[in-house]
Nanobody
Framework: QVQLGESGGGLVQAGGSLRLSCAAS????????MGWYRQAPGKQRELVAT???????NYGDSVKGRFTISRDNAKNTVYLQMDSLKPEDTAVYYC??????????????WGQGTQVTVSS
């Protein structure tokens, strides 16, 4: 059973920084893509950033230049460094792991989400 555990959310003032972490646990051989998505109240879930096992990154337009995604393949962990935070970054942030290969299956998984609130 694969599980994603997120940490690092919280309340921060505009202009501040937060770092999110997400660790995948279970009998995992490899993970193709890890990433972060977010969902604000009344809005659809949107891409924040993704990173492949080879380090290729992709960012949503609204976070380019402010957020940085990284991962540690040995630890099956992905990080999101969020700088210059704005009130519009307020959302629940979800970790995603795509193409997770275990002994018995290949699948995609979501974390439970962590709240990020940016005050003005």
């Amino acid at each position: 059973q694969v599980q994603l555990g997120e940490s690092g959310g919280g309340l921060v003032q505009a202009g501040g920084s937060l770092r999110l972490s997400c660790a995948a646990s279970g009998r995992i051989f490899s993970i193709n893509v890890m990433g972060w998505y977010r969902q604000a109240p009344g809005k659809q879930r949107e891409l924040v950033a993704t990173i492949t096992s080879g380090g290729i990154t992709n960012y949503g337009d609204s976070v380019k230049g402010r957020f940085t995604i990284s991962r540690d393949n040995a630890k099956n962990t992905v990080y999101l460094q969020m700088d210059s935070l704005k009130p519009e970054d307020t959302a629940v942030y979800y970790c995603n792991a795509e193409g997770v290969i275990t002994l018995t299956k290949t699948g995609d998984y979501w974390g439970q989400g962590t709240q990020v609130t940016v005050s003005s």
